[in-house]
């Protein structure tokens, strides 16, 4: 058995076949011996002393970008509506001990101490709390060793403690970059436009996308980008084919959007694919298959998706299947002209199954996909959505990092949170992106206007992506007036609000020298309480989305209240009474 100190003072051990490799605040699991010829499923990497109070709260990530989990060690509670080991995804057991893929935070009596892979390159790593004690795993996915693999690194992890939240991120996303160097938009400013999923789902038409690009003129003119959502194509799969609502072609639409002004972003699945396709039809050979050498379908081992199923997975340990993705976006890139692909469904790139190469893992498979996409995509934007999150690490500029969105208090509540939990990757892993501004209500989908203002306050913390949702025509004047003043947040600042600690409740950021933006949040199920806000010496307490001053003069502190459940308040506090933002 191997023991090894970490520079925080933490202590992990490891058994054969696995030992450390130190480098700084990271160690590397290596495989030592040569004794299996398939990697397990589950690869126990190392033993990690911790001891933390029965009051310990605790943050973990997900494989998927749908799975993030809060509460205690003892008491673990999942964020959103698809937990990896529910009965949809299913990528371990429902009674298995509860898996923090990625990373794990504990906040414990104001410190905090973060457990975390820094690398993803072939296996996926998570953690499993014990008495005592922090497991870290690999999963292995029982593929096959090659010798050259034998006595190999395997990936990379560390410990890291800190009094602030924010800092121990940071310390955690400048060892990741050591492995993972973010693309070059990280810093650049970030999309600010139009999507057509949440107007018109799957059923969008070119019309319909002709009439959004007209209204985005005059006091809409700063929404400077299209995306052309899911719907557009024949069949998943044939990316490059329009459906019959497209008669006109893609190609024509994108260089009509171009001609006025626009920048054009356009969806797909890449890692799936239908049975009416061509490319499953001509191609079976470049897919996924299951045990007993059968083509695998999704829903056979996971969510099968959720439109033209059954779906059958890309494997892009294939070469061919590689070089057609290469050739799909480059044909967009090149000749469309698109400057944006929204890459969805990329989890499915992921599964388990039996591959072209025996050797390749599912991780290792779906980055060189991503690499393959790239290839083609050259300098567009390249959006993960529904994504397996580390596994991207440094494969994208911008990444969703919550559900869809929907028109309702419950959904508002929920992608907030998840939100805000990953809130800390934005500019420092990829930029964020919280799912589009949906302000008005559509046929079906309905909400109070306390709900929307709720809404809009999650988006005014994000500072990431800014897509609106909403077809754009039906916009009412304070509906417009918020979307204006959203995009005006993007212009002058697009980082990220910071919270203090896991409750979520209170988040601060700096938008000009003498300007503090203070953001107060309640969700779902919380009782109304009463919030005290303090600053170092007097300000005015000046309500952001009216310009209103809270109170006429300036002051120390203000008390404000929040009411039950989904509730929110954006204030900000400054010197310069007559501050305009």
Known sequence: MQSFSFPSGVIASSSSPFSFVPDGEIVTAVLDATEFDFFPERMRIADILFEASSKALVYGDGFQMLAQTVGTLREPAD?????????????????????????????????????????????????????????????????????SQKGCNLESFVVLKSDSLDDVFSQYAEQIKRHHPSRETINQPAPVGWCSWYAYYAGVSAQDIQKNVDEMQGDLDDIEWVLLDDGYQAFMGDWLTPSERFSGGVKSLIEDIRKKGKKPGIWLAPFIAQSESALFRYHPDWFVANDNGELLKAEDI?????????????????????????????????????????????????????????????????????????????????????????????????????????????????????????????????????????????????????????????????????????????????????????????????????????????????????????????????????????????????????????????????????????????????????LKW
């Open 302 to 578: 996971t969510y099968g998706g959720w439109r033209c199923t059954p779906w059958y997975i890309l494997d892009t340990s294939h070469p061919d299947a590689c070089a057609y993705l290469t050739e799909v976006t480059q044909t967009m890139r090149n000749d469309w002209g698109v400057e944006l692909f929204k890459l969805d469904a990329n989890y499915w790139g992921t599964l388990k199954g039996k591959r072209y190469r025996k050797d390749v893992t599912g991780v290792e498979a779906y980055r060189m996909g991503m690499e393959a996409i790239a290839e083609g995509a050259g300098s567009a934007w390249l959006l993960g959505c529904n994504a397996p999150m580390w596994p991207s690490l440094g494969l994208v500029d911008a990444m969703r990092v919550s559900d869809d969105v929907e028109r309702r208090p419950h959904r508002f509540s929920q992608i907030a949170r998840e939100t805000f939990y990953r809130s800390w990757q934005h500019r420092k892993l990829w930029q964020i992106d919280p799912d589009c501004a949906t302000l008005v209500s559509i046929p079906g989908q309905e909400t109070t206007e306390e709900a929307y203002q709720f809404h809009r306050d999650v988006l005014l913390a994000c500072g990431g992506l800014l897509l609106s949702g909403d077809p754009l025509y039906s916009l009412h004047k304070k509906s417009r007036k918020s979307l204006k003043q959203l995009i005006k947040r993007q212009a002058g600042n697009q980082n990220a609000a910071t919270f203090a600690d896991l409750s979520l409740h209170h988040a601060q950021l700096e938008i000009a020298a003498d300007a503090k933006l203070h953001m107060l949040f309640n969700f779902d199920g919380q009782k109304a309480r009463d919030v005290i806000l303090e600053a170092d010496e007097p300000v005015y307490w000046i309500d952001y989305w009216s310009g209103e001053k809270l109170i006429p003069e300036s002051a120390l502190v203000i008390d404000l209240m929040l009411s039950d459940g989904v509730n929110s308040r954006a204030i900000i506090a400054t010197k310069d009474p007559d």
């Open 79 to 147: 964020v959103g509506r698809c937990p990896d080991n529910n009965n949809s995804y299913r990528i371990y057991g429902e009674n298995d001990p509860k898996r923090y893929y990625n990373y794990l935070v504990v906040e414990d009596c104001g410190r905090f101490c973060l457990f975390g892979f820094t690398s993803c390159r072939r296996f996926a790593g998570y953690f499993e709390c014990h008495d005592g004690y922090i497991s870290a795993f690999l999963d292995g996915e029982g593929v096959a060793v090659n010798d």
